[in-house]
């Protein structure tokens, strides 16, 4: 099947830095990505959704200057949280799918702890 | 609105036991419809999805769910739980396009809980 992969799984970052968190589809080619937001025992909420070599659309409420998101290529996107502050801690956790799938393929979520 | 409900937030079951895990929806349409699994800290599997046919689905691990579409309801069920399907399970819903995986909305999750 098809493997996305997340870059790191984990990471702590002090208040006010940024973070980049990566997504990479291993074995595909994938047209779009999304980000989603997970909070502890909560679903996940679409942040966005970014296809390759286009600005990325951003769900409502979401603020596209504190989550910046690039899809420059076929097998890589990247979320950068801006200037995080602890209520930025959550689980992000990508999907990727291509033209003609029936699914999205999950990337195995990345942990952000901001102190 | 669109909106997917999964009543139960936390079930527990006796390993060998049989489960049913409840998904309603709420959507314009006929959606795509889905169950995902997840594990602690984990990213998520895609169980079984349903597109159109027949409404009873058979997916990985021995899961099945059906399609009610009187009801508008996506049951998930398993004859046998094992200890190794204490997870949180996610129902979806997607449009029903190609592409139907985009803007997947989720529901809040039920997490199985499996005692020996």
């Known amino acids: 099947g098809a493997v996305v992969s997340q870059h790191p799984s984990w990471v702590i970052c002090k208040s006010g830095t940024s973070v980049k968190i990566e997504c990479r589809s291993l074995?595909?080619?994938?047209?779009?990505m999304f980000w989603y937001r997970q909070f502890p025992k909560q679903s996940l909420m679409l942040m966005a959704t970014?296809?390759?070599?286009?600005?990325?659309?951003?769900e409502q409420g979401v603020e596209k200057d504190k989550f910046l998101i690039n899809h420059a290529s076929l097998t890589l996107s990247t979320l950068t949280v801006t200037s995080a502050h602890p209520e930025d801690s959550s689980f992000y956790i990508c999907?990727?799918?291509?033209?003609?799938?029936?699914?999205?393929?999950f990337g195995q979520g990345t942990r952000l702890t901001v102190v | 609105a669109q909106s997917v409900t999964q009543p139960d937030i936390h079930i527990t079951v006796s390993e060998g036991a049989s489960l049913e895990l409840r998904c309603n929806y709420s959507?314009?349409?006929?959606?795509?419809l889905f169950w995902y699994v997840q594990s602690p800290g984990q990213g998520l599997q895609l169980l079984l999805k349903?597109?159109?046919?027949?409404?009873l689905v058979q997916g990985i691990k021995g899961f099945e769910a059906e399609f009610k579409r009187s009801q508008s309801s996506f049951n998930l069920r398993k004859p046998s739980v094992h200890w190794s399907d204490a997870a949180e399970y996610f129902c979806?819903?997607?449009?029903?396009?190609?592409?139907?995986?985009?803007?997947?909305?989720f529901g809040a999750g039920t997490r199985l809980a499996v005692h020996p």
């Open positions: 999907s990727a799918g291509y033209e003609g799938a029936s699914e999205a393929f």
């Open positions: 074995d595909f080619q994938a047209t779009t």
């Open positions: 970014s296809n390759e070599g286009s600005k990325a659309t951003y």
């Open positions: 959507y314009g349409a006929t959606p795509y």
């Open positions: 349903y597109f159109s046919g027949d409404t």
């Open positions: 979806a819903v997607g449009p029903m396009f190609s592409g139907g995986y985009n803007k997947l909305i």
